[in-house]
T-cell receptor
């Protein structure tokens, strides 16, 4: 079974300070991992994805994530937060369906990022 | 390319009624997945369709069903609505539904059951 644990339900930072959103995963084989962001009343947007090509993955809007197999972690970071980064962030693992072999997404519970001026 | 579109955006129904939600994927995408998002349970996978066939199904009762048409557009249906079905229903499309594919999400349909 696959699972994703986002270690913080809320993270508060000041504008211009670093962002760290933590994610641990459980997977019985090498997973594909994603981070998605959801702004209020908007759909989900993919920030970045890991598919075993490189352990440090760069995404949009200055975000990046590092895959650490030994720690089963996939933490999301950004050097300097902007007000526009305030949103809910989801760590996602893609797993193969039991019948077809194709994937379904398993979402973490989400981390709400609050950015203060 | 146009993004994933979902209609309607908002819906209010009463218990016992049924509802149909529609999703148009990105042009060329053949896989369409549906998710339910609630404050308590978060985002949960409902089902996935590819070439008009349901390939994967989440752990939801049979009241939840769906279908996909030859143009890849998809509908989901919920019969005998319950209060707990109030949620944001998200549709996502991808090229072929492989584990490495990015799924592109629509804005969702907000369903309220009274």
């Amino acid at each position: 079974a696959q699972s994703v644990t986002q270690l913080d339900s809320h993270v508060s930072v000041s504008e211009g300070t670093p962002v760290l959103l933590r994610c641990n995963y459980s997977s019985s084989y090498s997973p594909s991992l994603f981070w998605y962001v959801q702004h209020p009343n908007k759909g989900l947007q993919r920030l970045l994805k890991y598919t075993s090509a490189a352990t440090l993955v760069k995404g949009i809007n200055g975000f990046e994530a590092e895959f650490k197999k030994s720690e089963t972690s996939f933490h999301l970071t950004k050097p300097s937060a902007h007000m526009s980064d305030a949103a809910e962030y989801f760590c996602v693992v893609s797993r193969r369906g039991t019948d077809s072999g194709y994937s379904t997404l398993t979402f973490g519970k989400g981390t709400m990022l609050l950015v203060s001026p | 390319k146009a993004g994933v579109t979902q209609t309607p955006r908002y819906l209010i129904k009463t218990r016992g009624q049924q509802v149909t939600l529609s999703c148009s994927p990105i042009s060329g995408h053949r896989s369409v997945s549906w998710y339910q998002q609630t404050p308590g349970q978060g985002l949960q996978f409902l089902f996935e369709y590819f070439s008009e066939t349901q390939r994967n199904k989440g752990n939801f009762p049979g009241r939840f069903s769906g279908r996909q048409f030859s143009n890849s557009r998809s509908e989901m249906n919920v019969s005998t609505l319950e209060l707990g079905d109030s949620a944001l229903y998200l549709c996502a499309s991808s090229d072929s539904g492989r584990a490495t594919d990015t799924q592109y999400f629509g804005p969702g349909t907000r369903l309220t059951v009274l």
